[in-house]
Each structure stands twice: as structure tokens, then as C-alpha cells.
């Protein structure tokens, strides 16, 4: 096999981590992974990694300056590069055609013109980006028509799978390896040549070949069908919530059947994260285009679910404290999607802290790994207020629970970090004003022990008993 040289656009979130785990599982390729962003560059060779990603360091210090090279000189790794992964943003269209829905291709065209620019000798051109179907098409007519005496390409198709907070882990055992390309002999050695890289520590029988086009549909299937699960399990916490079931109890139920599995059965107060809801509104769009409005409304409805269940979640909180929350103080536990990650893209604590400020709640903020900058960014961008300077006065961010808590009427828990599982709740019930409320958006807390302090504790899909007013007034005897 000729695979030499690998070269990756897009030093992010995908790009970063797969091609790490790639040069420590490859030494004999040197893998060199470009990006426009000085800056991002520069964090990925220096000791702060731009994501926080556990075990990438790991990984990063073992090959970084061995066979691993992060760079913003991309002509030159294009044109030595053999294989070469796009692995750059596709988000949501916010403007135009499809505004919205469409998946933006901006990048991916640039980052094909880029290839065309410049490139030398046979190139095999990685689509790793999540795409619509048919956009290893537009790649192939960009390269094409740019096309230059004695350069050749083969475009494959290579999804990525990886989930953040595990993202190392997802990659060195894979459930599976995606690799779909052209029905032509150089299409299929162009996809050998993809197949023996991953080879080097995925077994063959774990790497699945198909058409391009299936390949770049399976993506968008994969994150719909997971994003629907929690959908459906969120549907039926409101239902719990009205009926006295246990949305636990149900979970473990359905999930013990072989046939459907324990899987993306936690209730939640939304999924968040930069794909699962990009990716199904791209589905969407499809299907529209398709004139297929059925299927369209179908997969939108995991959508349109799941903005419910933020809401429903946030609104809860407002009821609870009595209809209004205009000047009270609230504690935010967790900012960032999921555990494990700094990452806020789509988090649902945005749209749960957008709701309460917008009612004119104080927030008191803490998350273990996202930048308070990065908070203030989210809760000040242009499309979520029109005014960021009362946001900025009515926020504030914290670099520990205790501290966070102290002096607050409740505790809105956004994000299931291990950490808020072990917390002295005894001495936060004791700092706060009471009736001190807890609302557990992640159903994470030991919530009869929350009860036994003191605490006013809701959470998804259970409905809970109260502490006694006496216990409460008692409490209140106590501040
Ligand atoms: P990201 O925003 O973290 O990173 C993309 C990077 O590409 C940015 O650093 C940007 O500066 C760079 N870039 C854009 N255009 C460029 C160009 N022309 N030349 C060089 N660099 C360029 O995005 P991400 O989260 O890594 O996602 C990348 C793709 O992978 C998306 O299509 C996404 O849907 C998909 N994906 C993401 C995940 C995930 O967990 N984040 C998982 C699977 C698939
Ligand atoms: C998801 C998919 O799991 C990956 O396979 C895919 O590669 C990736 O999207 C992508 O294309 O970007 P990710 O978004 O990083 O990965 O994280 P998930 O673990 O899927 O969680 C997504 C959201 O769903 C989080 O907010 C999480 O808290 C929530 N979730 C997850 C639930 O509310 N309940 C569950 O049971 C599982």
C-alpha cells in the first residue's frame, strides 16, 4: 500500500482526535492535520489542547512531533499528502436557500477548492465531514473542472462516529468503520488504500464498504435514529410526570427487551451537541427536496420533541417557584452538552438559562470544563438576546459548586458530571434560601436523599414526595 502521507482539513472537535488516534496506531504514516485557525493551530502544539477530550493528551504528547503535525500551512500538506480527510464544519444554514435546515457546504467547497489549488499526483479526497447525500458529487465536479495535467482523484466517503467525552475510546474500538466509494476498479482501490490504514488496529470484519451514497446516508441515519431514541424517552417522561410512572423504571423495562437495548434511554432535558439536531433538519431538508413530506415530518418531529422537552424543563422551574423568578437567584450546574466535554454547541442549559433570564432570574453559574468566556459568548450571541449587557450583569460564573449555590433560591442541574453526584448537599442545603429548590435535569442526584435534607426536588419523568412544611419552615427558622 502507498499511504505515506495523510493530511486532514479541519483541526476541530473531529479532525483533531481522529487523526491522532490515527498516527499513534500508524507510525510508518505521517499524519499532518491543517486548519485556517492560527490560533486553534496553535493550541494543538502547544500543552492546552483546544478540546478537552479525556485521554487525548494522552495520545497528542506520544506522536505530536513524531508523526503527528499540526500546521496552517495547508498547500503543503495537501500537495505531500497521499490521503486527504475533510473533516471540516458543517452547520446549519443561516441564511438563503434552505435557511435553517440546509446544511451549509461553505467549508467543504472551500476546503475541495483548496485540494484543486493545488494538488500534484493521485489524491485520494476522505469526505469525514457529515454531508448531505450526493456531496461527494459536488467535490468530484469541483475537483474536476479544476482539473490539472497528471492529477487524479478518487472521493470516498468515511463518516465519523465518534462521540464526544469518549471520543478516544469510540475511536481505537470502533463499532464499526464506514468507508463507502465509487463501483469503478479505482474506486475500489481507493478504498482498500482507506481500509488498510484503519486496519493497522480495527479488525477487517468491523470495516463495512458501500456505495458512496449509502455511506453519506448511513451518518445522517445513525445520528437520527440515536436522537430519536431520546426523543421517544423524553416523550414518555411528560407522561410519567402526569401519571406517577417512573420514566427510569420504563426505560429499564423497554431497554431489557434484546430487540431494542439499555441504550439512549436516559430521559433528559434535551439532547444538545453540534450534530444531532444540524444533522436531522439536513435529513429534513432532504426529504423535502425529495417531495417526500411525510418523511420529512417524520424525523422532524425528534426535533420539534425535543425544543418541548427544554422547554417544558425550564418552564417547570418557573412554576415551582411560584410563578416567577423575576430577581432570584439560581444556581447552574453543568453548561456544556454532555459530560466529559467543554463543548456548548446546542447545549440545552442555553436555551434553560436563555428562559430564566429572559424572566429576569441572576444566574450563578459553574461548569468544570467550559471557559466562562465561552458561557458569556453563548448567553450573549446576537440570536439568543438583543440585550447582552443585561445578560452580563445578570450572570455570573463560578469556579466551584459551593460558591455557586451559596445565597440561591435553586439549583437547575443542566449537565450529568459525575462530580455534582458526590456534592455535600447537606452543606449546600444549609447556604442556600429556603425553600431550597433542586431541579435535576439529568435525573444524576440521589433524589430521597435530597428530600431528607430539605430539599423541594424535581426532576424528568418522576414525580417526587416533598419534605413536610414543618421540615421546611424549620429550615427557614434556621436562615
Ligand atoms: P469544528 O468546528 O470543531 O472544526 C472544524 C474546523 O475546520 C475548524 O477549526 C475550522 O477552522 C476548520 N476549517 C473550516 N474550513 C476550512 C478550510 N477551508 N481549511 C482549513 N480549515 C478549515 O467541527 P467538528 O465538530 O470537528 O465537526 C466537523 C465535521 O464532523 C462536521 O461535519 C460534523 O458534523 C462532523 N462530526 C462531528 C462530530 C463531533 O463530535 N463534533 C462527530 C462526528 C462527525
Ligand atoms: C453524537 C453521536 O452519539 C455520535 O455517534 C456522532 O458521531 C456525533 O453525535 C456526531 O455526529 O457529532 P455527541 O453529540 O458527541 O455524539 O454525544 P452523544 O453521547 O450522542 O449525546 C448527544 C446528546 O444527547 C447529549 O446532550 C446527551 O446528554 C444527550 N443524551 C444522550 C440523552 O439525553 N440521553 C441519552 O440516553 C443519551
Known amino acids: 500500500m502507498v499511504i505515506n502521507k495523510i493530511c486532514c482539513i479541519g483541526a476541530g472537535y473531529v479532525g483533531g482526535p481522529t487523526c491522532s488516534v490515527i498516527a499513534l496506531k500508524c507510525p510508518d504514516i505521517v499524519v499532518t492535520v491543517v486548519d485556517l485557525s492560527k490560533e486553534r493551530i496553535g493550541q494543538w502544539n502547544s500543552d492546552k489542547l483546544p478540546i478537552y477530550e479525556p485521554g487525548l493528551d494522552n495520545v497528542v504528547k506520544q506522536c505530536r512531533g513524531k508523526n503527528l503535525f499540526f500546521s496552517n500551512d495547508i498547500n503543503t500538506a495537501i500537495k505531500e499528502a497521499d490521503l486527504i480527510f475533510i473533516s471540516v464544519n458543517t452547520p446549519t444554514k443561516t441564511f438563503g436557500n434552505g435557511k435553517g435546515?440546509?446544511?451549509?457546504?461553505?467549508?467543504?467547497?472551500?476546503?475541495?477548492?483548496?485540494?484543486?489549488?493545488?494538488?500534484?499526483?493521485?489524491?485520494?479526497?476522505?469526505?469525514?465531514?457529515?454531508?448531505?447525500?450526493?456531496?461527494?458529487?459536488?467535490?468530484?465536479?469541483?475537483?474536476?473542472?479544476?482539473?490539472?495535467?497528471?492529477?487524479?482523484?478518487?472521493?470516498?466517503?468515511?463518516?465519523?462516529?465518534?462521540?464526544?467525552?469518549?471520543?478516544?475510546?469510540?475511536?481505537?474500538?470502533?463499532?464499526?468503520?464506514?468507508?463507502?466509494?465509487?463501483?469503478?476498479?479505482?474506486?475500489?482501490?481507493?478504498?482498500?488504500?482507506?481500509?488498510?490504514?484503519?486496519?493497522?488496529?480495527?479488525?477487517?470484519?468491523?470495516?463495512?464498504?458501500?456505495?458512496?451514497?449509502?455511506?453519506?446516508?448511513?451518518?445522517?441515519?445513525?445520528?437520527?435514529?440515536?436522537?430519536?431514541?431520546?426523543?421517544?424517552?423524553?416523550?414518555?417522561?411528560?407522561?410519567?410526570?402526569?401519571?406517577?410512572?417512573?420514566?427510569?423504571?420504563?426505560?429499564?423495562?423497554?431497554?431489557?427487551?434484546?430487540?431494542?437495548?439499555?441504550?439512549?434511554?436516559?430521559?433528559?432535558?434535551?439532547f444538545g451537541g453540534s450534530c444531532f439536531q444540524k444533522d436531522i433538519l439536513n435529513l429534513v431538508y432532504i426529504c423535502e427536496c425529495l417531495n417526500l413530506p411525510e418523511v420529512a415530518a417524520y424525523w422532524q418531529q425528534v426535533i420539534t420533541m425535543n425544543e418541548y422537552q427544554k422547554s417544558r424543563f425550564s418552564a417547570k422551574v418557573i412554576e415551582s417557584l411560584f410563578n416567577t423568578v423575576t430577581d432570584k437567584q439560581i444556581a447552574m450546574l453543568g453548561f456544556a452538552f454532555k459530560k466529559d466535554t467543554g463543548d456548548t454547541r446546542e447545549s440545552p442549559a442555553i436555551t434553560v438559562a436563555t428562559t430564566l433570564l429572559d424572566e429576569g432570574a441572576k444566574l450563578h453559574i459553574y461548569d468544570p470544563k467550559v471557559e466562562p468566556s465561552q458561557i458569556m459568548d453563548d448567553l450573549t450571541h446576537p440570536v439568543i438576546t438583543e440585550e447582552p449587557e443585561k445578560v452580563k450583569k445578570a450572570v455570573s460564573i463560578y469556579d466551584d459548586p459551593y460558591s455557586a449555590t451559596k445565597g440561591t433560591h435553586a439549583i437547575v442541574l443542566c449537565t450529568e458530571w459525575d462530580e455534582f453526584k458526590t456534592l455535600d448537599f447537606q452543606r449546600i442545603y444549609n447556604g442556600m434560601m429556603k425553600p431550597a429548590y433542586v431541579f435535576d435535569g439529568r435525573k444524576i442526584l440521589d433524589h430521597d436523599a435530597l428530600v431528607r435534607i430539605g430539599f423541594q426536588v424535581q426532576t424528568i419523568g418522576k414525580r417526587l414526595a416533598r419534605p413536610s412544611l414543618a421540615r421546611i419552615w424549620g429550615s427557614c427558622n434556621q436562615i
Not at 463499532?175 to 482507506?194: N, S
Not at 463495512?208 to 445522517?220: A, F
Open 101 to 270: 435546515r440546509a446544511a451549509d457546504l461553505k467549508y467543504v467547497e472551500s476546503a475541495a477548492r483548496m485540494i484543486a489549488d493545488v494538488a500534484t499526483g493521485n489524491k485520494i479526497v476522505v469526505e469525514k465531514s457529515t454531508v448531505p447525500v450526493r456531496a461527494a458529487e459536488s467535490i468530484m465536479n469541483i475537483l474536476r473542472a479544476n482539473h490539472r495535467p497528471g492529477v487524479s482523484y478518487q472521493i470516498l466517503s468515511n463518516p465519523e462516529f465518534l462521540a464526544e467525552g469518549t471520543a478516544v475510546d469510540d475511536l481505537l474500538n470502533a463499532d464499526r468503520v464506514l468507508i463507502g466509494g465509487e463501483d469503478t476498479p479505482e474506486g475500489h482501490d481507493a478504498i482498500e488504500k482507506l481500509c488498510w490504514v484503519y486496519e493497522h488496529w480495527i479488525n477487517r470484519s468491523k470495516i463495512l464498504t458501500t456505495n458512496t451514497w449509502s455511506s453519506e446516508l448511513s451518518k445522517l441515519a445513525a445520528n437520527a435514529f440515536l436522537a430519536q431514541r431520546i426523543s421517544s424517552i423524553n416523550s414518555l417522561s411528560a407522561v410519567c410526570e402526569s401519571t406517577g410512572a417512573d420514566i427510569s423504571e420504563v426505560a429499564r423495562a423497554v431497554g431489557l427487551d434484546s430487540r431494542i437495548g439499555p441504550k439512549f434511554l436516559q430521559a433528559s432535558v434535551g
